[in-house]
T-cell receptor, first 118, second 107 residues
């Protein structure tokens, strides 16, 4: 399967614990995006990377959240000291970015990681 | 007021009916996306358009840039079309999403 993959698919944790999610984009996609989606709502932008550079962060990304893409391939999203309000689906997407012709901005989504904070 | 508004929020149809989902936005955009989300979370891109009309199978998407409005049409709807349909607008590299329309097509 050459699509975007995310791990784990589900995570249940206790309030105050740290969690880390991983996203593997489509190979050779330069751009990688993180979104958060709560029940009944559309996704909300969190942050995005162009290769290993984090180019934009939403105000939603508090100090407890950190994202990395150290080698410009996979990315991790860490949430420290989780709170119940962090319970959501965390979606990752990738796009070709500066390559790929006319469709370079189309984003391909992973299956998401559903986080439940008890 | 949200930057991207969809209507209706929920839509129930009988198999075979023609379906329209509307999206209005209030910001300048470079493109508009229609996405489909099935239970469990997976999102599939249906269309990306910046003008005019696109067609893929039974799906048609239109956009009117002057009126800041887009529609997604499904012809001859089928129960397998049941899903959440999400409109998203792109400004720069960021996507801003509507809240989605839950479509249920009954046999």
């Amino acid at each position: 399967d050459t699509g975007v993959s995310q791990d784990p698919r589900h995570k249940i944790t206790k309030r105050g614990q740290n969690v880390t999610f991983r996203c593997d984009p489509i190979s050779e996609h330069n751009r990688l995006y993180w979104y958060r989606q709560t029940l009944g709502q559309g996704p909300e932008f969190l942050t995005y990377f162009q290769n290993e550079a984090q180019l934009e962060k939403s105000r939603l990304l508090s100090d407890r959240f950190s994202a990395e893409r150290p080698k410009g391939s996979f990315s991790t999203l860490e949430i420290q000291r989780t709170e119940q309000g962090d319970s959501a689906m965390y979606l990752c997407a990738s796009s070709p970015g500066t390559s790929g012709g006319a469709y370079h901005n189309e984003q391909f989504f992973g299956p998401g990681t559903r986080l439940t904070v008890l | 007021k949200n930057e991207v508004e969809q209507s209706p929020q929920n839509l129930t149809a009988q198999e075979g009916e023609f379906i329209t989902i509307n999206c209005s936005y209030s910001v300048g955009i470079s493109a508009l996306h229609w996405l489909q989300q099935h239970p469990g979370g997976g999102i599939v891109s249906l269309f990306m358009l910046s003008s005019g009309k696109k067609k893929h199978g039974r799906l048609i998407a239109t956009i009117n840039i002057q009126e800041k409005h887009s529609s997604l049409h499904i012809t001859a709807s089928h129960p397998r079309d049941s899903a959440v349909y999400i409109c998203a607008v792109r400004s720069g590299s960021r996507l801003t999403f509507g809240e989605g329309t839950q479509l249920t097509v009954n046999p």
